[in-house]
Each structure stands twice: as C-alpha cells, then as structure tokens.
C-alpha cells in the first residue's frame, strides 16, 4: 500500500544521507593522512 511505499523511500533516502556522510568522513580522513604525511 501507500504506507509500505512511503516507509521504503523514506529508509532509502536515509541510507542514502547515511552513505553520503560515509564518503564525506572517508574523504576528510584520507585529507588528513596526506597533510601528516607532506607534513
């Protein structure tokens, strides 16, 4: 029904959010390894 359909967008674009902030934290890791290393 529309609920089910409601409730399954509503996980995907929060596991999608989830995935984003992932990269963005892996991203800012990877940024600060190399300024250690160049340092």
Do not use: H, P
Not at 14 to 25: A, F, I, P, T
């Amino acid at each position: 029904g529309v609920l089910k359909e409601i409730r399954r967008r509503s996980y995907f674009e929060k596991g999608s959010v989830g995935r984003r902030n992932e990269v963005l934290r892996a991203r800012y890791r990877q940024k600060m390894a190399d300024q250690e290393n160049n340092a």
